[in-house]
């Protein structure tokens, strides 16, 4: 099994960079960003430019391997996107991209498929950035995700049985725009449903970004009520951001109580950028979807029929000594009958 660990260089949060620090042994090679002059803050170390529409530039990312051996990397160009923390993403990830994004960073920045960064050497790899032709406001942003190539375990290894290969990769951020124009915030909410995080149940609120915007220090408050107006459910999540263009679904965990089928309503309201938005909107659990997804929450206790097993017992061994006892009185009866018919006969 291989667990694969992403050691993010870069985290945006309110675009401030945060460097992660690892041991040397967890990375084969260093990566440090060349800062081009046209940087908007060249106190930054991921990329963030501003170029005119339909410029080209090709910057640079220069990868040092230390060691004794090659080091293979596959580069990989993914566009930013938000995770169900709240948390801003810039590796390459398995998922549909907003409906709102018109340029995604894998249509703007190309490099190589595959480096060889030689032993105790260096390497300076390419990005060729191409901006739209069109003119627009905001920024988009994206990243490249660097990881080493791992070979195949090799036999004798495989035969020990089950084990764990660890892989790091580095991930550089990339923001790109043309203008410094200001941007209306914006937040959509697209549909409220039942479902699983981490095999326990959740209700999912789908928060949307549609506009090409960073929507930092982003606070939810939600709460959940039933068909009586009953409050049923409450959360509140403060200090999240999202990526330009991108949507996430927010959490709201039943903390192991199980999801009953009826009509529920939410009241959302989240704060951002200065501005509040708030939601009122209906939604229902059906009784078929309850269950299917209270049998998989790892969360609920099993449900234990001990009792229920006693008194079916107690039922039976009851049931079947009021029978034994109707039978033997039946009998008895029937036998007192045969002898006073004897001693009749007898007499007459």
């Not at 801003?88 to 018109?102: A, C, H, M, P």
Request: hydrophobic share 40%; with cysteine.
């Amino acid at each position: 099994m291989k667990l694969l660990r992403f050691v993010v260089l870069l985290t945006f949060t309110c675009l401030v960079f945060m460097p992660f620090k690892a041991q040397a042994s967890e990375f084969n090679f260093s990566v440090t960003t060349i800062i081009p002059d046209n940087q908007i803050d060249s106190s930054k170390t991921y990329f963030h430019l501003q170029l005119d529409p339909g410029a080209k530039q090709t910057v640079e990312i220069l990868l040092r391997n230390d060691t004794d051996t090659d080091v293979v990397i596959e580069p990989d160009i993914g566009t930013a996107s938000t995770n169900v923390n709240g948390v801003v993403e810039y590796g390459v990830i398995d998922q549909e991209w907003d409906e709102s994004l018109l340029f995604p960073m894998e249509d703007l920045v190309t490099t190589e498929e595959e480096i060889v960064v030689p032993a105790n050497g260096e390497y300076a790899l390419p990005l060729d950035i191409t901006m739209p032709e069109e003119s627009f406001d905001g920024v988009m942003a994206g990243g490249i995700t660097l990881q080493e190539t791992v070979e195949e375990e090799n036999k004798e290894s495989a035969e020990q049985g089950l084990s764990i290969n660890n892989q790091y990769a580095y991930v550089v951020g990339i923001v790109l725009q043309q203008t410094e124009n200001p941007i209306t915030p914006d937040l959509l909410l697209h549909d409220v449903y039942a479902d699983q995080l981490n095999a326990r149940n959740v209700i999912m609120a789908d928060i949307q970004n549609p506009k090409p915007m960073y929507m930092n220090q982003l606070a939810v408050q939600a709460v959940i009520k039933n068909d009586a107006n009953r409050i049923v459910l409450e959360a509140e999540t403060d200090g999240m951001q999202m990526a330009p263009n991108s949507r996430f679904s927010y959490p709201i965990s039943l903390e192991g109580q199980p999801l009953e089928a009826g009509d529920y309503r939410i009241e959302l309201t989240a704060i951002s950028m200065g501005k509040e938005w708030q939601w009122d909107e209906p939604f229902t659990i059906d009784e078929e979807q309850a269950q299917a997804l209270n049998q998989t929450d790892v969360s609920i206790p099993a449900s234990d029929y001990t009792w229920l097993y006693v008194a079916l017992g107690i039922a039976f061994i009851v049931m079947a000594f009021l029978l034994i006892l109707y039978y033997q009185r039946k009998k008895h009866k029937k036998q007192l009958h045969d002898a006073m018919d004897k001693q009749r006969a007898s007499a007459s």
